[in-house]
């Protein structure tokens, strides 16, 4: 798994940790509010007792007596009024009756009350039960001139059993808002604290993620930059080597067991090296199926010799099966000064000269790369503005029909002009492969190509077929068919002068988006030639599944034909047959020698291309050969 991805069941932990912690605030909102009404609830009850054993306690008839502030019936409900008003949760206790409609103040125990005698502001409605003979409450908190309060209120009755007037009682709030004050700041700080651990899980989960691969649970690349700067800090770092390596062939053996039992086999290497891994060497995964190890110097040669060859258990179709796999290496020996970003490099340079070879390799670094790497990053610079400048230019290489010796197509390659001279296109073009660079070329030749193709129908020429190389890189572009189409149209060629080659030796792991192309260009009418052929491994699979048109042989079949080697010869004409015998035609190339032509044409494989005939031809040596298309002395 790419670098950077997280794991589903990460995520997972994740989004449970900020769940717990919602839910945790969305408990601590509950629980709050199920306090606040049962502290609410109990003070609510206490008022009311409060206000009914108050009433109790007045003389109805006494109250009934009172005419004005002071006299005998006022004292004495005074006195009986005021053992309650002691209570400290009490703010206010005090007698109401109704006069002329109003509900009116009669006796205030607090002295210090702005309320009078007889008060007339209307204080509270007569409707309220308490005038009615109920004990009663008010559920809302009253915010008035005498601040907030919890109101509960009793009736007072006569000896009659008639209700005379009621006992207000209000009830201090500040108790219960502190209590509330304190709960509140309680649950406020848990919340707090457990957001804190909710932060502190969430950044050291993200620094393991991101500093771990998704697919081996190895340590990454960028913890392989933390570890090396770390260790070079403590000027620890000159005392290991340094090794990248990467699975042999991994494209093979993927395609060979699918690319699930792919990453298992990835996934089980990586967990039983880091088991047999020392404690102070260190591991990490870079990429799928590429590593890079940092071993101390002197058990380097005990791990490259054991990682040459190993065998892993995957699972298989019959149950677990082993297989052994092999590794390239890039080895550098870590100097005193030398920064893990640049130990990275050294190795990956290293790696790149290992993965040259036909075989598995071991390659220690030389300080020779650096310089190949400059003159990469040279290439890569200079690509853009040599496009800019025209600098590529498109030669043609003619194919030849054996029959006649006439000239029967050409194959677009092209060619760079730097500087006043060429530049091998083995010197390029595999590195803008590399940096994804190559189909920006690939479409530059095309579109000289269709270009071409017009002007010369324009001004009469008897026009071959044209094959334009195209990398497998294109076959990542959804748009490839159409970007080709739109060139097409926009030079308005008939398709039948159009070929494009797609080179086997490349290594198609995209089957299904090769042979989308190849069906779209079979219903455009457009053909398509399998270069290089033999020389990857999907030759077979590419005849047998896709509906190529040409297949064009390697030269290496026919490099050994003049030496009598019957084999090879036997080799040669059973693929050419085999060719035929699936309706497809063939081109050979690099067909140098005549016997090499003798032999084709014998088999009935006359189209040809190479220096027999003739070399790249730049555009205007090719014209000559559209006006004079028979070669003439090469085959009898």
């Known amino acids: 798994m790419k670098r950077g991805m997280v794991k589903l069941e990460e995520k997972f932990i994740l989004l449970i940790i900020t769940g717990v912690f919602?839910?945790?605030?969305?408990?601590?909102?509950?629980?709050?509010?199920?306090?606040?009404?049962?502290?609410l609830n109990q003070n609510i009850e206490d008022s009311m007792s409060i206000a009914e054993n108050a009433a109790e306690a007045i003389d109805g008839d006494t109250f009934e007596q009172i005419k004005e502030k002071g006299d005998a019936a006022y004292q004495k409900v005074f006195d009986q009024l005021k053992n309650y008003g002691s209570d400290r949760l009490i703010r206010y206790i005090y007698t109401l009756r109704v006069q002329d409609g109003k509900a009116v103040f009669v006796v205030d125990t607090d002295t210090d009350s702005p309320a009078g005698f007889l008060e007339k502001d209307r204080l509270l409605s007569i409707d309220n039960p308490a005038f009615h003979g109920q004990v009663t409450y008010d559920l809302n908190k009253k915010t008035n001139r005498w601040g907030e309060c919890i109101c509960a209120y009793a009736p007072?009755?006569?000896?009659?059993?008639?209700?005379?007037?009621?006992?207000?009682?209000?009830?201090?709030?500040d108790s219960i808002n502190g209590v509330m004050d304190d709960l509140r700041t309680l649950i406020l700080s848990l919340i707090s604290v457990f957001a804190l651990v909710i932060v502190i899980s969430s950044i050291w989960l993200s620094v393991q993620l991101v500093s771990r691969d998704a697919?081996?649970?190895?340590?990454?690349?960028?913890?392989?930059?933390r570890d090396g700067n770390y260790l070079f800090k403590k000027n620890r770092l000159s005392g290991y080597s340094a090794v990248m390596y990467e699975i042999y062939d991994q494209k093979f053996i993927r395609q060979k067991l699918g690319a699930i039992n792919g990453d298992n086999l990835t996934k089980e290497y990586a967990k039983g090296q880091k088991k047999r891994m020392k404690r102070e060497d260190r591991l990490y995964s870079i990429s799928n199926g590429r590593f890079f190890a940092l071993i101390k110097k002197e058990r380097t040669q005990l791990f490259l010799d054991a990682i040459r060859k190993v065998d892993v258990m995957v699972p298989g179709k019959d149950g677990v099966m082993s297989v052994e796999i092999e590794f390239n290496c890039g080895v550098f020996q870590i100097r005193e000064n030398d920064r893990i970003q640049d130990i990275h490099n050294y190795c990956s340079l290293a790696l790149e000269e290992s993965a040259k070879q036909a075989v598995v390799n071991i390659k220690w670094f030389e300080e020779s790369m650096i310089e190949q790497m400059v003159s990469e990053r040279e290439v890569i610079n200079s690509f853009r503005s040599g496009l800019t400048r025209h600098e590529f230019v498109v030669y043609y290489q003619p194919k030849v029909n054996l029959d006649d010796n006439r000239l029967c197509g050409a194959e677009a390659l092209v060619r760079w002009f730097k500087n006043g001279k060429i530049v091998?296109?083995?010197?390029?073009?595999?590195?803008?492969?590399?940096?994804?660079?190559?189909t920006e070329l690939d479409f530059y030749v095309f579109e000289q190509v269709c270009k071409d193709i017009s002007t010369w129908?324009?001004?009469?020429?008897?026009?071959?077929?044209?094959?334009?190389?195209?990398?497998?890189?294109?076959?990542?572009?959804?748009?490839?068919?159409?970007?080709?189409?739109?060139?097409?149209?926009?030079?308005?060629?008939?398709?039948?002068?159009?070929?494009?080659?797609?080179?086997?030796?490349?290594?198609?792991y995209n089957f299904k988006a090769l042979g989308d192309f190849v069906d779209r260009m079979n219903r455009e009418h457009i053909s398509v030639s399998i270069d290089d052929f033999g020389t990857g491994y999907s030759s077979l699979s590419l005849l047998k599944d896709l509906d190529f048109d040409v297949v064009k042989m390697d030269k290496s079949f026919f490099r050994d034909l003049e030496k009598g080697d019957h084999i090879n010869e036997k080799m040669v004409e059973n693929v050419i047959k085999m060719v035929h015998d699936l309706d497809r035609d063939v081109i050979s190339e690099g067909i140098e020698t005549k016997q090499q032509a003798l032999f084709l044409k014998k088999l009935q494989a006359p189209v040809v291309q190479g220096y027999l005939y003739d070399k790249p031809l730049p555009h205007n040596e090719f014209e000559k050969r559209l006006k004079d298309p028979v070669y003439s002395g090469r085959v009898d």
């Open 156 to 173: 007072i009755f006569n000896s009659d059993g008639a209700v005379v007037g009621i006992v207000g009682c209000d009830l201090n709030t």
């Open 457 to 508: 129908i324009s001004e009469g020429y008897q026009v071959v077929r044209i094959s334009s190389n195209f990398s497998k890189l294109h076959l990542k572009n959804p748009y490839f068919a159409e970007d080709l189409m739109d060139i097409i149209s926009k030079y308005q060629v008939n398709t039948d002068y159009i070929e494009v080659e797609l080179t086997e030796s490349s290594g198609y």
């Open 215 to 225: 697919l081996t649970e190895l340590p990454n690349y960028d913890k392989m930059i």
């Open 22 to 39: 919602i839910g945790f605030i969305f408990l601590g909102y509950i629980f709050y509010n199920q306090i606040s009404d049962i502290i």
């Open 424 to 438: 091998p296109p083995d010197s390029f073009i595999p590195i803008l492969e590399k940096n994804n660079l190559v």
